[in-house]
């Protein structure tokens, strides 16, 4: 009896332990593996944070976000993270992707004006009416891929 | 005549002479990383979209950043970090508006190295704290890498670590800033 009891507590201890060492190492979201929580145009996504960043935010940041939008340009200045930025009807607001390094060769052979369909993690809109400097405003995925 | 025209052609000259001795540096694609060691855990991240921008003329320098866009190693610590110590959704952005103070000493013209005190208040969660640091700048054919760093206590900055948790999360935490300015206007 004592046995049982014994194995039965070493049992539970063990898939304590399991979940614990599972959770701790969970993987990032596979972008290209997930659905898109949302299907949106770059001029729309554009506008909705543009009007109210804060419900923006609750709506879209964190999610996975299915993006079309005509090409401005690519950004490889980063190699880190390359970034193509996507146009808005706003000539001060754009929708910048970033892209993991081994994306890059889809990137590459992107034409500017060409249309985009991408997904990606939406993560808020950077830039500060305050900093002057700084002139534009971004609305920013990360992780992104390029849907064929 | 001839006066007006030598008014006109002097106030010319002055505009194209200020316009092209001044300007301003930009990019959409900065580093920043931040480092917290520990006895117990070594915890770092990295965001490479970093907005900021400096003037050659005032010295001015700024960079606004998505908290959420900093990306850790670990999954499970990248959601702690922003739904339970910076609330990243309410305060979705760190912002530095400060200024180089030998901008004057930097010859943008001329490939070379050099240093100057940074200046500035740093936002982050609402709180903005005085930084002060030493940059270096490095011109490389009309590019300007940035480099900077400094250490940042969380608590000044309203961020709520949990007693549990607290051993894990250095007082004194790394930040390092690293970017590449092209010229804009």
């Known amino acids: 009896m004592k046995k049982i009891a014994l194995l039965s507590i070493s049992f539970v201890i063990l898939c304590v332990l399991l979940f614990v060492y599972r959770m701790f190492n969970k993987p990032h979201t596979n972008v290209k593996e997930s659905q898109a929580a949302k299907l949106i145009s770059a001029k729309q996504l554009f506008d909705y944070f543009d009007r109210n960043e804060d419900s923006a935010m609750?709506?879209?940041s964190d999610q996975i976000i299915q993006i079309n939008g005509t090409l401005l340009s690519k950004d490889l200045s980063n190699e880190l993270e390359p970034q193509i930025i996507l146009k808005t009807n706003d000539t001060e607001g754009f929708i910048r992707c970033g892209f993991k390094p081994s994306e890059l060769q889809n990137i590459e052979i992107l034409k500017d004006s060409s249309t985009v369909n991408l997904k990606g993690i939406c993560k808020g809109m950077n830039g500060d009416d305050e900093l002057t400097l700084l002139e534009d405003k971004d609305v920013i995925l990360s992780s992104s891929i390029i849907i064929e | 005549?001839?006066?007006?025209?030598l008014i006109l052609t002097t106030i010319l000259g002055l505009f194209a002479f200020t316009n092209h001795s001044g300007g301003i540096y930009k990019t959409n694609t900065g580093n920043?990383?931040?480092?917290s060691h520990t006895p117990v855990e070594d915890i770092s991240a990295e965001n490479h979209k970093v907005k900021t921008a400096f003037s050659t003329e005032s010295g001015q320098l700024q960079f606004s950043c998505l908290i959420k866009d900093f990306?850790?190693?670990k999954a499970l610590m990248q959601e702690h970090f922003n739904e339970n110590y910076m609330e990243s959704t309410t305060y979705p952005k760190a912002t530095f508006n400060g200024k180089i103070e030998s901008i004057s000493s930097i010859d943008f013209s001329k490939d070379g190295t050099y240093s100057s005190k940074v200046n500035?208040?740093?936002?982050?969660?609402?709180?903005t704290q005085d930084v002060a640091t030493t940059g270096t700048f490095v011109v490389t054919n009309g590019v300007v890498?940035?480099?900077?760093?400094?250490?940042?206590?969380?608590y000044d900055y309203n961020v709520k670590i949990p007693k549990m948790v607290a051993p894990k999360i250095s007082e004194s935490i790394k930040i390092t800033i690293n970017s590449d300015y092209t010229h804009r206007h």
């Open chain 2, 71 to 73: 990306e850790f190693k």
């Open chain 2, 145 to 154: 890498n940035a480099k900077a760093t400094f250490n940042l206590n969380p």
């Open chain 2, 120 to 127: 500035g208040k740093l936002t982050i969660k609402n709180v």
């Open chain 2, 32 to 35: 920043i990383s931040f480092y």
């Open chain 2, 1 to 5: 005549m001839k006066r007006k025209t």
């Open chain 1, 58 to 60: 609750v709506e879209f």
